[in-house]
């Protein structure tokens, strides 16, 4: 996305600080690496009339926001104790294996980054994770399986 596109971007969005977060989530969500780049993070700053510490505050607190280039896709594993406690590290194991890369790792084709992520508020769920902006829940082995499968081949989840 060249400067003019993210300026349309920010550009629907009221120049105010109070929506500093949700102009970084947009131009976030519309860079093909899933990233937050350093002329992402200037133009935020200006448009809602903040200093770039307070920018580099909201991105370094939401574990959604990163300014590092990620996969196509997100795929979260949650860490909360109740999904832990059902399952959730099983799960963890078999998208490690799977997609042949740690928590943090993104696959050599850039498809799939695999993150860790706190709670989602979806505790009956257990264990969940979350694709993109979608949370599935319960899942086990076999259904994690299904879902980065469906990743890896270019399918949505």
């Known amino acids: 996305m060249d400067s003019t596109e993210k300026e349309r971007v920010v550009d629907r969005f009221p120049r105010k600080p109070d929506q500093l977060l949700a102009v970084l989530i947009a131009l976030q969500d519309n860079n093909p690496q899933n990233y937050l780049s350093e002329e992402d993070l200037d133009l935020a700053a200006r ?16 574990s959604m926001l990163s300014t590092v280039p990620r996969g196509r896709h997100i795929l979260r594993v949650c860490r909360s104790p109740v999904c832990r406690m059902v ?13 042949k890369v740690d928590p943090g790792g993104t696959t050599a084709d850039r498809a799939v980054t695999l993150e860790h992520t706190e709670c989602l508020g979806r505790c009956h769920q257990a264990p969940i994770i979350m694709i993109d902006a979608t949370v599935h829940g319960p899942v086990d082995g076999k259904k994690a399986t299904e ?4 990743l890896q081949q270019g399918e949505r989840s």
Do not use: C, F, P, W
Not at 50 to 62: F, L, P
Not at 87 to 99: C, R, T, Y
């Open 87 to 99: 399952g959730g590290d099983a799960v963890e194991s078999v998208l490690v294996e799977q997609l």
């Open 147 to 150: 879902l980065a499968g469906r």
């Open 47 to 62: 448009h809602v009339n903040v200093t770039k510490a307070r920018v580099y505050g909201v991105t370094g607190y939401y």
